[in-house]
């Protein structure tokens, strides 16, 4: 299967593209949303992502990732203590899956990410999930899109 490319949208007081350089991969948890959930079901190891910071000022993509373990049940939602429980789920019937990402690279400075005014405003973009459906967290992009972002970021 073809290397597939998506953006991931995490707020930086949450879990940072520095976060992710400083630990190196990560599990991506806590989604709950059914499209996101099913797009990390498609994730395949090598898959690369753009890193986005949401709830930022600016919001937009700082880094690149790359998928390095794919999807397996989120035990968060087993845990009664997380706040990512759901009681509807369980080991034998899992609702909420996740993947684990790798650091690959970050933009100079993060402070001044690829905002997403940029990108809603560039005519090549136009069509991207992030420009249409702006609040999914796990989103596919076409790989002329991935390319021409990473490039836009310097990355």
């Known amino acids: 299967m073809a290397k597939q490319y998506w953006l991931m949208k995490s707020e930086p007081y949450v879990y940072s593209i520095e976060d992710l350089e400083k630990d190196g991969s990560t599990c991506w948890e806590g989604v709950r949303n059914y499209k996101a959930r099913n797009n990390m079901r498609s994730m395949k190891t090598g898959d690369e992502v753009l890193y986005y910071h949401s709830n930022a000022k600016p919001p937009g993509v700082v880094g690149i990732a790359r998928v390095c373990t794919e999807a397996y049940p989120d035990y968060y939602a087993f845990d009664e203590d997380s ?58 992009v076409k790989k002329s899109e991935f390319d021409y972002v990473k490039n836009l970021a310097g990355l």
């Open 83 to 140: 706040n990512y429980f759901d009681s509807k789920s369980s080991p034998d019937n899992p609702r909420w899956w996740m993947v684990d990402v790798e650091f690959v690279s970050k933009i100079k400075n993060v402070d001044e990410p690829l905002g997403l005014s940029e990108i809603k405003s560039d005519p090549k973009l136009a069509d991207m999930e992030l420009v249409r459906y702006g609040r999914l967290s796990v989103q596919s």
